[in-house]
């Protein structure tokens, strides 16, 4: 785990350890760091998921997309946020790379034999993704310890954050560890039992 930018946004790389195909969940500021991280380690990266399109989740996603050759995977309702991503504070003035594979609830993603569920969890943006592997969960902007993810910018919405949270991941065992795209990481269990924005 990597915590990029400013608003140490958590960036990801899983990896699959006897073929070394990998993943990268939300590049966010410093492109560079993350192509040196997976250049150190010898990886394949066969897919850059985008969790949603804030620009601290996708500031270096040109530049890893450029070294990588890696698909890029967005939900398909978050498309147009990644499209003014440029115009955010993103790194660079480019135009950041359009996505290769439209995501939707229920599909899946595969690096070697590591098989990901994505979640679509709208509220953050719209197109606000999650993706579940073996008892984790990378809950990108969702989910965090002890908080959620804000519903105030455009696309947000209150009460349909917290029903794809009460709906989609409260719902999952209570050890589920949660990998959140900012700060530490906690269990569904915790956050069920002690997240005063859930209570109720």
């Not at 400013?6 to 006897?18: M, R």
């Not at 966010?28 to 601290?56: C, E, M, N, W």
């Not at 270096?60 to 939900?75: F, P, Q, S």
């Not at 569920?117 to 579940?132: A, E, N």
């Amino acid at each position: 785990m990597l915590a990029l930018g400013q608003q140490a946004a958590n960036c990801y790389i899983v990896f699959d350890e006897a073929s070394k195909e990998a993943m990268i969940i939300d590049p966010g500021a410093g492109g560079s760091r993350i192509v040196k991280r997976v250049q150190d380690t010898g990886l394949k990266i066969k897919f850059i998921v985008l969790t949603h399109s804030h620009p601290d989740h996708i500031g270096g996603l040109r530049e890893v997309k450029e070294a990588t050759g890696a698909r890029v995977a967005i939900h398909s309702d978050d498309v147009r946020g990644l499209q003014r991503g440029h115009r955010w504070g993103t790194e660079g003035s480019l135009p950041l790379p359009a996505p290769d594979l439209l995501l939707k609830d229920n599909d899946s993603l595969d690096i070697s034999n590591l098989h990901f569920s994505v979640i679509h969890t709208p509220g953050h943006t719209q197109g606000g993704i999650c993706l579940l592997i073996d008892g984790v969960l990378f809950s990108g902007d969702t989910l965090f310890y002890s908080s959620i993810g804000r519903s105030d910018m455009p696309g947000g919405n209150g009460p349909q954050l917290i029903d794809a949270i009460s709906t989609k991941l409260l719902t999952l065992p209570d050890e589920t560890v949660v990998l959140p795209g900012h700060g530490p990481e906690t269990t569904i269990g915790a956050e069920r039992r002690g997240n005063p924005f859930l209570r109720g």
